[in-house]
């Protein structure tokens, strides 16, 4: 994007030991239209996180790369595929345990409202598109807002339970590269707030994660084949202490390489590999 005023990211952690490897690095826009992707080896996206507000512009340009000399990672495959939530949907029919999640409804109303609600058997819900990065138009409600039906007018949308431990206890972020492991974060929100993104004052702590939550980003990955060359797996603990996939990140994710500090180099790494 233009500018990444306003967001944290530590991207750059990675570019001397890409330089060590004997890589040049720049850092372009991907709205930049007087770029010549052929000048390039490889191009890795990296913080677009204003693809949603114009995605068929976005995976244009990537379709300019795809067909370039130059390598794009993720791929255009991936990315295509990653774009819009609905991928959750298809890995819950391959087996992977998700949030409770309602598709294919096509406006807001009261009477929709108190019946996601019922269905749920919840108190809360959370409403958001299904493309969308940065938590940009994602509603935690109890109660039905007038404004919802005008917001999600002509921007497709998902529902789902808000999960309490999203605030209790946060959420996990595994990170691999290729299909090695490299490191996992707990995001939790600021006080009052549900949103555990840095931007809105989440708090971020590196842990290390346990067998059944290594085990759970693994099945998940699983279902990636081949896989690319970053993934991020988020999950929320349900009330049967079951990890449920909030989001599988493989477009535009923070890789929180600030909380590790061999994860630059791994990062890097995985990069030459590719090439190699």
Same mark, same amino acid.
């Given at each position: 994007?233009?500018?990444?005023?306003?967001?944290?990211?530590?991207? &750059?952690?990675?570019?001397?030991?890409?330089?060590?490897?004997?890589?040049? $690095?720049?850092?372009?826009?991907?709205?930049?239209?007087?770029? &010549?992707?052929?000048?390039?080896?490889?191009?890795?996206? /990296?913080?677009?996180?204003?693809?949603?507000?114009?995605?068929?512009?976005?995976?244009?340009?990537?379709?300019?790369?795809?067909?370039?000399?130059?390598?794009?990672? &993720?791929?255009?495959?991936?990315?295509?595929?990653?774009?819009?939530?609905?991928?959750? /949907?298809?890995?819950?029919?391959?087996?992977?345990?998700?949030?409770?999640?309602?598709?294919?409804?096509?406006?807001?109303?009261?009477?929709?409202?108190?019946?996601?609600?019922?269905?749920?058997?919840?108190?809360?819900?959370?409403?958001?598109?299904?493309? !969308?990065?940065?938590?940009?138009?994602?509603?935690?409600?109890?109660?039905?807002?007038?404004?919802?039906?005008?917001?999600?007018?002509?921007?497709?949308? *998902? $529902?789902?339970?808000? *999960?309490? &431990? $999203?605030?209790?206890?946060?959420?996990?972020?595994?990170?691999?590269?290729?299909?090695?492991?490299?490191?996992?974060?707990?995001?939790?929100?600021?006080?009052?707030?549900?949103?555990?993104?840095?931007?809105?004052?989440?708090?971020?702590?590196?842990?290390?994660?346990?067998?059944?939550?290594? !085990?759970?980003?693994?099945?998940?990955?699983?279902?990636?084949?081949?896989?690319?060359?970053? !993934?991020?797996?988020?999950?929320?603990?349900?009330?049967?202490?079951?990890?449920?996939?909030?989001?599988?990140?493989?477009?535009?994710?923070?890789?929180?390489?600030? *909380?590790?500090?061999? !994860?630059?180099?791994?990062?890097?790494?995985?990069?030459?590999?590719?090439?190699?």
């Amino acid at each position: 994007m233009d500018s990444l005023d306003g967001y944290t990211f530590d991207d &750059n952690l990675a570019i001397e030991p890409l330089r060590e490897l004997g890589f040049e $690095v720049s850092t372009i826009s991907w709205r930049d239209k007087s770029v &010549n992707w052929d000048d390039f080896e490889i191009v890795i996206i /990296r913080t677009t996180w204003d693809y949603q507000k114009s995605p068929a512009e976005f995976v244009e340009v990537l379709r300019e790369i795809e067909a370039s000399k130059a390598r794009l990672e &993720n791929s255009l495959k991936i990315v295509e595929w990653n774009l819009a939530k609905t991928y959750l /949907r298809k890995l819950e029919q391959k087996g992977v345990k998700i949030v409770p999640t309602i598709w294919d409804e096509t406006s807001v109303t009261k009477s929709k409202f108190d019946d996601w609600k019922a269905h749920f058997k919840t108190p809360e819900l959370i409403i958001k598109p299904i493309i !969308s990065a940065t938590a940009e138009f994602t509603y935690r409600l109890t109660d039905f807002a007038d404004n919802l039906a005008e917001v999600f007018t002509n921007k497709p949308f *998902m $529902v789902q339970p808000f *999960m309490p &431990n $999203v605030v209790s206890e946060g959420e996990y972020s595994l990170f691999y590269f290729g299909e090695n492991y490299s490191h996992t974060i707990l995001k939790t929100p600021k006080v009052k707030d549900f949103r555990v993104q840095e931007e809105h004052g989440g708090i971020i702590s590196a842990v290390k994660p346990s067998a059944k939550l290594k !085990s759970a980003a693994e099945k998940v990955l699983d279902c990636i084949k081949p896989l690319p060359l970053y !993934s991020r797996v988020d999950f929320v603990r349900d009330e049967n202490d079951d990890f449920c996939l909030m989001e599988l990140e493989l477009i535009e994710p923070s890789l929180y390489l600030r *909380m590790d500090e061999h !994860s630059p180099v791994r990062f890097a790494n995985s990069i030459a590999n590719l090439l190699n």
